[in-house]
Nanobody
Framework: QFQLVESGGGLVQPGGSLKLSCAVS????????WAWFRQGPGSEREGFSC????????HYSDAVKGRFTISMNMAKNAVYLQLDNLEPEDTAVYYC????????????????WGQGTQVTVSS
């Protein structure tokens, strides 16, 4: 079994920044592509950013491109998400998960999710 533990969320004003972390246990990062998902109030969970362990290539949805940055630290077995220039529309619970491919499809490989971390953007 593996475990995903997201952290780093909080309350931030519009235009502010946060850095989210996803600690992975149970297997090493190089086994999978990795993605961040989010679920806003009244919305379904959706993927928006992913990274490849092969060549560190990334993909971002149009909603976050240019504002968010995904990264991996193999030594720490963790995935990160830098959120800059946050907007109220970014308010959501954020999750990380392994995915089948890093091409914008955002299909989770497993049904296991962490508890997520809440990001609230409000003045």
């Amino acid at each position: 079994q593996f475990q995903l533990v997201e952290s780093g969320g909080g309350l931030v004003q519009p235009g502010g920044s946060l850095k989210l972390s996803c600690a992975v246990s149970g297997f090493t990062l190089d086994h999978f592509f990795w993605a961040w998902f989010r679920q806003g109030p009244g919305s379904e969970r959706e993927g928006f950013s992913c990274v490849s362990p092969i060549d560190s290539s990334t993909h971002y949805s149009d909603a976050v491109k240019g504002r968010f940055t995904i990264s991996m630290n193999m030594a720490k077995n963790a995935v990160y998400l830098q959120l800059d220039n946050l907007e109220p529309e970014d308010t959501a619970v954020y999750y990380c998960a392994p995915v089948w491919r890093c091409d914008g499809t955002y299909s989770p490989r497993f049904a296991t999710w962490g508890q997520g971390t809440q990001v609230t953007v409000s003045s």
